[in-house]
């Protein structure tokens, strides 16, 4: 897959995932975001890391929310309405965070970008994080490098199974009009792992904070950072 990542002649368009794949958010802006925003609601509850770790399983924000008011023995649909708003501070919070420079790219992630459109192939976004989430990522850590704008985004609101399950990869190859063979997926976690396999795409997995540990079995190959594709793409 390495090799052929940058070959027009087999792949037109790489897909990323966002949050730990083009940058470790997770850590530096979610879960203080998350934190702030169950403070102002007056609950509570102060996530760790280590709960953030177990909670990351369960994909969507608003459904950690669901799972750990579930964990703390609340009912959860009567804390519905709190936490639906709490998650929307959250993503005020996540928005400001970013926006004060605290989170940048990881390493290679521009420079591997650039490389792809040098050898005419575009980009992606494939993620089940916010619109906002992301549109916050590129106003602020992406737009600036100069980097084309991506051919195509999916977005956690425009599905309704997140990941494990494939459909944000589905759609986007139909968006595309592209057949899975001629593109490919960088992921950090099983989960998304999974849901690109699910597609029919080739992943490469790329270890984050919080998943570096997971098992990737049928992973095209598993780096510890995007300077390591961008080394074979040169």
């Known amino acids: 897959m390495l090799n052929s990542l940058i070959d027009p002649s087999r792949h037109r368009c790489v897909l990323f995932d966002v949050d730990g794949t083009i940058a470790e958010t997770e850590g530096l802006a979610h879960l203080p975001a998350f934190n702030r925003a169950l403070s102002e609601a007056g ?11 177990r909670l990351l399983k369960t994909a969507g924000g608003f459904e950690r929310l669901l799972r750990f008011a579930e964990e703390t023995g609340s ?37 591997l970008v650039m490389t792809l459109a040098r050898n005419g192939i575009a980009w992606g976004v494939v993620t089940t ?38 459909e944000a990869y589905v759609m986007a190859l139909e ?3 592209l057949p899975a063979a001629q593109c490919c997926a960088i992921e950090d976690s099983r989960n998304g792992l999974l849901a690109a396999q699910g597609a ?20 095209a190959v598993v780096i510890d950072e995007l300077t390591e594709l961008l080394a074979l793409a040169a």
């Open 43 to 53: 609950l509570p509850w102060q996530w760790s890391k280590d709960d953030y770790a």
């Open 75 to 111: 009912d959860p649909g009567a804390l519905r309405n709190v936490l639906s708003g709490v998650h929307k501070a959250k993503n005020a919070h996540f928005a400001a965070i970013m926006a004060s420079g605290a989170v940048k790219p990881r390493a290679g992630f521009g420079d």
């Open 129 to 166: 994080t916010s619109r906002s989430n992301w549109e916050a990522l590129w106003l602020h850590s992406l737009a600036p490098l100069g980097l084309p704008v991506p051919v195509v985004i999916v977005v956690g609101e425009d599905v309704a199974a997140k990941k494990p399950d494939p």
């Open 175 to 177: 968006r595309l009009g």
């Open 200 to 219: 029919g795409l080739e992943v490469a997995i790329v270890r984050s904070e919080f998943f570096g540990g997971e098992a990737f079995d049928g992973a």
